[in-house]
């Protein structure tokens, strides 16, 4: 079986399942997040963009409900051993057999969570589903259940984390060594891609970012590229990834003479990171994060420049985002724990000057200061 984990720390997940699941008086949970399957039993697919879930009952029994194609794909990745098929045919609906296999399990009538909130769960099959179920039992939105035991990491969980951060090391040397005037885009981006295939790595669960000139200011990735000029500015935002666990990076690189608001802005990225750096720590909360983020920035005169959110756990996730549920926003009370994989990123985006700057990295929690996962210091980047 291709099994990223021993047998023990899986039962070790469902007993921490099961617990939750008690605490919260649940008979049954309906996985949908692809996440949530891989976690709890090593399931490795991307079959999620169709109907499937895994049905995991109070006293652990599990059965997972998949397209053929999966068939195979659950048996050699998970511990799963009850794999039942739904058929593809004409104005299939699948939550039929959902229903059908509830009622073989004795849940009619019982208190059932579901993950509504992932990528697994689209509308129709959200309406399907409450359709076929809402009278069938008590159903509560458990979304993220699941999604907080993941939040802190077992040993073996972190030794993937660190080797992704190492690829991402190394994705950032492939990059560094190509970037100076003239230099394309697509090379770039190329490099970097394969220095984490080459080093045992994953496909990210979404596309790596990169954009110059005017494109820097960008969040999220677009298509084309383009050539570097003399005096330029990339921004890059990409994670390693080993066993789809993450460590997501980021870095704005000035190309020929940086302006003096790229310093400017540079300056306060640095600032605040290593003030936030100070708070990410047990007895804080996520908010706490933002909030130093927020401040700093603020009495700056950067509020309209920065984004309102500085960054997400990071963990082991599929398509279309690496990006975990638990973010660092204003008001999030989730406290930091040690043992979690934590994204900070400081973005801030002059549209007034067209200035970009970007400065982040992944860090493990520990019971004092946080560890910074990358061998690269977050010095000013100029090719």
Known sequence: MALHFERSEFDARLARLLAKMQEEKLDA????????????????????????????????????????????????????????????????????????????????????????????MTGRVARLLDNQISTFGQIIDASYLVSRLRLVKSSTEIAYVERAAAL??????????LIKPGADEADILAAMQSAIFSGGGDYPANEFIIGSGAEALLCRYKAGRRKLDANDQLTLEWAGTYAHYHAAMMRTVVIGDPTHRHRELYNACLETIQAIE?????????????DMHAKIMDERGLARHRLNACGYSLGARFSPSWMEHQMFHVGNPQEIEEGMSLFVHMIIMDSDTGTAMTLGQTYLTTSQAPK??????????NR
């Not at 599990?62 to 048996?75: H, I």
């Not at 058929?87 to 969570?113: C, F, M, Q, S, W």
């Not at 100070?278 to 994060?289: A, E, N, Q």
Request: with cysteine.
């Open 372 to 381: 910074a996962l990358s061998r690269h210091q977050l010095e000013f980047l």
């Open 29 to 120: 949970m309906l996985l949908f997040a692809q996440e949530s399957m891989f976690w709890l039993t090593g399931y490795d697919t991307f079959g999620y963009c169709f109907f499937q879930t895994l049905v995991v009952k109070a006293d652990g029994t599990m059965v997972l409900l998949t397209r053929s194609a999966d068939l195979r794909q659950a048996q050699l990745t998970s511990v799963i051993s009850d794999i039942r098929i739904w058929v593809d045919r004409v104005n299939a609906d699948p939550t039929l057999d959902l229903k059908e296999l509830l009622v073989e399990l004795d849940l009619l009538g019982g208190r059932i969570g579901v993950e509504y909130d992932t990528h697994g």
């Open 168 to 177: 991402a090391d190394d994705a950032l040397d492939a990059a560094l060594a």
């Open 278 to 290: 100070t708070v990410l720590k047990p007895g804080h909360t996520f908010g706490d994060v933002f």
